[in-house]
């Protein structure tokens, strides 16, 4: 049977007046615990507590201190986290600074949240971050994606069904580009050859590289994961007019027909199809009349009639004669002797040369202003000199009515006149499907005699240097 001592009356105030009386009070650490006969068990350390020291690195710095317990000691770390004070220990000096450290280097980049995550939410990001090493892309990023695909699966299907349905419904031999990769690959290849094998213009390939480029910015994916509603979408975004949407959806009909030759998409893929594309009304044809050519002419300084004449009576566009970023048609390429005029393949719209016939009326116009070498036309905006010319001569210059419209002057006269579509197809550089679209046509009079466009082709073809300072009002077929 076990026997309760009891303890004698400590008072605290008596023992705090005895202790003073003798002297200042010393730093006491006390620890009380309970021995095996439930006495209570007081020890001290009487080892004078010192203030923390800090590990410097750079600007930061970290307190610590160390501590003793038994024959063992160890060392605590003190920092902050959003307000709240935190503490560490290690259990040795090197164990400590290297700790340390990593909170420094992580508070000096701002990454102080990362420190409150628990070892297994470190251990998880860790492992996300090695998953997604082989796409190059941040994890940011790739959670971004998953959740905007997520999004817009049917309820119930995972990412993993619908790459089955992918697989499942995509034929073999198909490799997947994305549309950028896509459009590089074509304009490379345009710039090597044609659609149909025939040589294409500089111009005709940035104008496509524009608009493809536009539409690759806005759709990086496959292609094929394009939806027609999707395509129509973007292309009333871009807020144009209908001819120039049509321009657009014929770039991106380029690119689905080189996509499919190439094998990137399957061959029955028509989303393109259901994409709208109206029949747009043949744009009227603006032509000058002989009278206004001949006003047109007394109006022009002498250094710009080679221009006028070359254009009106040959039909040769402007940008051959004198285009942005390649050379100017050159005297050297007109031979009157021969009565031919050569258009390089490098100035050339189409990109492939011809020679031009000189006839009678355009050597006279040329003859006066012949030079062996050197530019035909000085001047470098053609259009801007044009329209102040049309101007000065009462010609109306307004939209669609300055450029080309000698060339189409000089093709519609020239139909009008009995010459076949082919022959000045040829002589253009042009098509005969264009040449039905964008050019007026004679059409028979109920009278018998000559249409009013083959009557005015007549006067046109007549006029020589000695009778453009006179209207040809008396002129009778």
Known sequence: ??????????????????????????????????????????????????????????????????????????????????????????????????????????????????????????????????????????????????????????????????????????????????????????????????????????????????????????????LDAISGSEIEKWLDGLKVGAHTRGNYRAAILQLVRYAKFKRHIPKDWGELDGVDDPDLPDAEVVILTPDQLTDLLVAAPSDFIPFLAITAFSGVRHEEIRGHGKPPLDWSAIDLEQGTLYVQASIAKTGRDRIVSLSPQLFDWLRPHEKRSGPVCSTKNTSNKLWRVKEKAGIPCGKNQTRNTLRKSYISYSLAAGRTAVQVAEECGTSVAKIRTNYKRARPSESGKPSTLAREAARWFALHPMQAEMLQINFIL
């Open 1 to 222: 049977m076990s026997t309760i001592v009891p303890h004698p009356t400590v008072d605290a105030k008596q023992t705090r007046q005895s202790l003073s009386s003798s002297g200042p009070l010393p730093s006491l650490r006390l620890k009380v615990s309970l021995d095996q006969d439930g006495l209570p068990e007081v020890s001290h350390n009487d080892r004078e507590r010192r203030p923390a020291k800090e590990f410097k690195f750079g600007s930061v710095r970290v307190p610590y201190q160390h501590y003793q317990r038994g024959d063992e000691g160890y060392w605590m770390l003190f920092y902050r986290i959003n307000g709240r004070r935190i503490r560490e220990t290690r259990s040795t000096f090197a164990k400590a600074k290297a700790r340390a450290g990593q909170i420094a280097l992580k508070i000096g980049n701002g990454e102080t949240q990362m420190l409150s995550l628990k070892e297994a939410d470190k251990a998880s990001l860790l492992r996300a971050r090695e998953l997604i090493a082989p796409t190059k892309k941040t994890l940011e990023l790739v959670a971004s994606e998953y959740a905007e695909v997520f999004a817009k699966l049917p309820p119930g299907m995972t990412l993993a069904d619908l790459w089955k349905f992918y697989v499942e419904h995509r034929p073999a031999g198909i490799v997947a580009r994305n549309t950028p990769e896509l459009v590089i690959d074509l304009l490379d290849a345009r710039r090597k050859r044609g659609a149909r094998g025939k040589p294409v213009s500089e111009r005709w390939i940035k104008s496509l590289g524009k608009q493809l480029e536009l539409f690759s910015e806005h759709f990086t994916g496959p």
